[in-house]
C-alpha cells in the first residue's frame, strides 16, 4: 500500500472511526476500525465506485453475530481488467455495542 490516508468518520450518538483509504496495485482499498470507546460495531460496509456497489456484512450468517470493529482489504467491485474503480461512497451500518 502506498500514501495511505486515514481520518475520523462520525458515529451519530458516539464518537468516530478511523477510516484509512490506501492505494494498491489493483486500485484504492480501504480499512476501518473502531475505537472500543465508541461502543460500536459495523454490521454492513458497502463500498460503491463507478462499477457499482460490494456489500460487506458482520452477522451471524458470516460468523460475527455482534459484528466487527475493525476490518482492512476492503474495496468497491473490480471492473472488466480486474483493477478496482475508484471508490466513490462508502456506507457503514453500525450497532451499539454492549456497555460492560
Not at 476490518?71 to 450497532?95: E, M, Q, W
Request: net charge negative; aromatic share 8%.
Amino acid at each position: 500500500m502506498t500514501n495511505p490516508m486515514t481520518g475520523p468518520v462520525a458515529i451519530p450518538g458516539d464518537g468516530n472511526l478511523q477510516l484509512t483509504v490506501s492505494n494498491s496495485s489493483q486500485g484504492k482499498t480501504f480499512a476501518f476500525d473502531v475505537p472500543a470507546s465508541a461502543h460500536r460495531t459495523v454490521v454492513q460496509v458497502t463500498a460503491t465506485g463507478s462499477t457499482g456497489a460490494l456489500v460487506y456484512k458482520y452477522d451471524s450468517s458470516t460468523g460475527f453475530p455482534d459484528g466487527k470493529a475493525a476490518d482492512a482489504g476492503l474495496h468497491d467491485p473490480a471492473d472488466s481488467s480486474g483493477n478496482y474503480s475508484d471508490i466513490t461512497r462508502i456506507d457503514f451500518c453500525v450497532k451499539p455495542t454492549k456497555y460492560v
